[in-house]
């Protein structure tokens, strides 16, 4: 079964600390993998999309990671700030269709407290 | 920031009511999506459509309807809304064609409270 797997489910942390928030799927064929940023009461914005080539790409304090091998990615964040406090969805594709499906993590809920 | 709007953003209403939730998106996209998402938990997708005259099922079964007669507008219908239909419902788009990321790009959502 096509499953996108996040952790921690929250996060609480102190303006100016770094956090690393996980994703693991095991989506197949596996086409290309998204971070959104979702405020509350907004719709999820694009922060970052690899594919199955990309290790890493950064997106100002973001930074995603990709391990294509064991199917896993982290999103970095980097002297947080208060308006990063936002749901951190994880979306993987698989292109095994011609819609290329999404299939969406529960998200990362964070917390960033002054 | 993505051009597509929702309108309501809010929504109380009665059980039993005929509700429509606009979408539209100034981008041109082809394509175009409708989801449903309650707190905490992942987005389903509930319809979509390629293009005019286009609309498709997703993967969560819902009782609402949708219509495509336009590029830009892709409003769903509740015919009878129930106290079950409340949640959060988003509206996207992407671009089509080679080249494209497919990257969706969403509206603000509606949420709708049924009583």
């Known amino acids: 079964k096509n499953q996108v797997e996040q952790s921690p489910q929250s996060l609480i942390i102190l303006e100016g600390k770094n956090c690393t928030l996980q994703c693991n799927y095991t989506v197949s064929p596996f086409s290309n993998l998204r971070w959104y940023k979702q405020d509350t009461g907004r719709g999820p914005v694009s922060l970052t999309i690899m594919t199955f080539s990309e290790n890493t790409k950064s997106n100002g304090r973001y930074t995603a990671t990709l391990d294509a091998d064991t199917k896993q990615s982290s999103l970095h964040i980097t002297a947080s700030q208060l308006s990063d406090s936002a749901s951190y969805i994880c979306?993987?594709?698989?292109?095994?269709?011609?819609?290329?499906?999404?299939?969406f993590g529960r998200g990362t809920q964070l917390t960033v407290w002054p | 920031e993505a051009d597509i709007y929702q309108t309501p953003r809010y929504l109380v209403i009665g059980t039993g009511k005929k509700i429509t939730l606009e979408c539209s998106q100034t981008?041109?996209?082809?394509?175009m999506y409708w989801y449903q998402q309650d707190p905490g938990m992942e987005l389903h997708l509930i319809h979509y459509?390629?293009?005019?005259?286009?609309?498709e099922k997703g993967d969560l079964s819902s009782e609402s309807t949708v219509s495509r007669i336009r590029t830009e507008h892709f409003p769903l219908t509740l015919e009878s809304a129930r106290p079950s239909h409340t949640s959060q419902y988003l509206c996207?788009?992407?671009?089509?064609?080679?080249?494209?990321?497919?990257?969706?790009?969403f509206g603000p959502g509606t949420r709708l409270t049924v009583l």
């Open positions: 459509s390629y293009g005019v005259n286009s609309t």
């Open positions: 996207a788009s992407s671009e089509s064609g080679q080249g494209s990321t497919d990257t969706q790009y």
């Open positions: 979306v993987v594709s698989d292109r095994g269709s011609t819609l290329g499906r999404l299939y």
């Open positions: 981008m041109g996209h082809d394509k």
